[in-house]
């Protein structure tokens, strides 16, 4: 009886414990979606909810009317779109190249910021001087020191077109704060690199062109972009001086119909070039502090 009984009570044990090594199932693939979903639908629903809160706020005040017509008027905008939409192209072509010299000009500041030996002390000396200046002073006002100086000088083999010096002085500012982003890049580079090139009998040219700036560029990237993004903005500094860029323009339209909708053009085309320049900004930052935590190099 007892052997008869034992075969049940071994399949027993067998099912448990098979039943305990047995594993978990994943999660339903509907349970995922619903747990990546709830948050963006969260966020849209709080944007909306909080902006059209404000737009009810805006709209249901009692000088609505005249500030919409003043600084709404679609005849406006459609009026004066062509004329901001030309000036708002020689934005972009001040900031292509603006962006193109501060990018080489800091670098050579930040290289000769790094530099060791007492051979370049003047070249540290130079470029700590350089942004320390430069840092300091406003950008509105070298525009105006540069823009109107110069030229006023009339100096020989000199130029003395407005936007030339325009653009210089964006890039003396700039390149003051780029420089300072390069030689955070270089400085984060590990000391064994540079330990290594030199065994190698590279010097600090050679050491800095095949081994530092490859890596320090990378790591600085996303903050680089930063600035180009303020870059983009503040190349409309450059209105002050006369040039008939996209604020200049919504400016004249303004003085000639004392209506202000055409700087709300000038403002849509900025955001248009700025926001997604921002977006791609945010999604090389969010992939470099992933490469980071992942230790790829």
Same mark, same amino acid.
């Given at each position: 009886?007892?052997?008869?009984?034992?075969?049940?009570?071994?399949?027993?044990?067998?099912?448990?414990?098979?039943?305990?090594?047995?594993?978990? *199932?994943?999660?339903?693939? !509907?349970?995922? !979606?619903?747990? *990546?979903?709830?948050?963006? +639908?969260?966020?849209?629903?709080? +944007?909306?909810? +909080?902006?059209?809160? #404000?737009?009810?706020?805006?709209?249901?005040?009692?000088?609505?009317?005249?500030?919409? *017509?003043?600084?709404?008027?679609?005849?406006?905008?459609? &009026?004066?779109?062509?004329?901001?939409?030309?000036?708002?192209?020689?934005?972009?072509?001040?900031?292509?190249? $603006?962006?193109?010299?501060?990018?080489?000009?800091?670098?050579?500041?930040?290289?000769?910021?790094?530099?060791?030996?007492?051979?370049?002390?003047?070249?540290?000396?130079?470029?700590? #001087?350089?942004?320390? =200046?430069?840092?300091?002073?406003?950008?509105? =006002?070298?525009?105006?020191?540069?823009?109107?100086?110069?030229? &006023?000088?009339?100096?020989?083999?000199?130029?003395?077109?407005?936007?030339?010096?325009?653009?210089?002085?964006?890039?003396?500012?700039?390149? &003051?704060?780029?420089?300072?982003?390069?030689?955070?890049?270089?400085?984060?580079?590990?000391?064994?690199?540079?330990?290594?090139?030199?065994?190698?009998?590279?010097?600090?040219?050679?050491?800095?062109?095949?081994?530092?700036?490859?890596?320090?560029? !990378?790591?600085?990237?996303? &903050?680089?972009?930063? @600035?180009? #993004?303020?870059?983009?903005?503040?190349?409309?500094?450059?209105? +002050? =001086?006369?040039? *008939?860029? $996209?604020?200049?323009?919504?400016?004249?339209?303004?003085?000639?119909?004392?209506?202000?909708?055409?700087?709300?053009?000038?403002?849509?085309?900025?955001? @248009?070039?700025?926001?997604?320049?921002? !977006?791609?900004?945010?999604?090389?930052?969010?992939?470099?502090?992933?490469?980071?935590?992942?230790?790829?190099?």
């Amino acid at each position: 009886m007892s052997s008869g009984a034992s075969p049940p009570e071994q399949d027993t044990t067998a099912s448990h414990r098979e039943g305990r090594e047995r594993p978990s *199932r994943p999660a339903p693939a !509907r349970g995922r !979606r619903s747990s *990546r979903t709830t948050p963006i +639908v969260i966020s849209v629903a709080s +944007v909306v909810v +909080v902006f059209g809160a #404000v737009g009810y706020a805006i709209t249901r005040a009692e000088q609505w009317p005249r500030i919409k *017509r003043q600084f709404f008027n679609w005849d406006a905008m459609v &009026a004066s779109f062509p004329d901001v939409l030309r000036g708002f192209w020689i934005n972009i072509q001040v900031w292509v190249i $603006a962006l193109v010299a501060i990018g080489l000009w800091a670098l050579v500041l930040a290289i000769f910021r790094t530099f060791t030996g007492p051979w370049f002390a003047p070249l540290r000396v130079f470029a700590v #001087v350089y942004i320390d =200046l430069f840092r300091g002073m406003p950008a509105l =006002l070298l525009v105006l020191l540069l823009g109107f100086g110069v030229p &006023a000088l009339n100096l020989p083999g000199v130029p003395s077109s407005a936007l030339f010096w325009g653009v210089v002085a964006v890039t003396l500012s700039y390149a &003051a704060y780029a420089a300072e982003v390069y030689r955070a890049g270089i400085e984060a580079v590990h000391d064994g690199q540079r330990a290594a090139a030199k065994a190698l009998g590279l010097t600090q040219l050679q050491a800095l062109r095949y081994a530092i700036l490859p890596q320090a560029l !990378r790591n600085v990237l996303p &903050a680089l972009l930063n @600035l180009a #993004v303020a870059l983009q903005k503040d190349v409309a500094l450059l209105s +002050v =001086l006369g040039i *008939r860029d $996209a604020v200049r323009e919504a400016q004249i339209y303004t003085a000639r119909t004392f209506n202000y909708s055409s700087l709300i053009v000038a403002a849509a085309l900025f955001m @248009l070039a700025t926001v997604p320049l921002a !977006r791609f900004t945010d999604y090389l930052t969010k992939r470099d502090r992933q490469r980071r935590l992942q230790g790829t190099p």
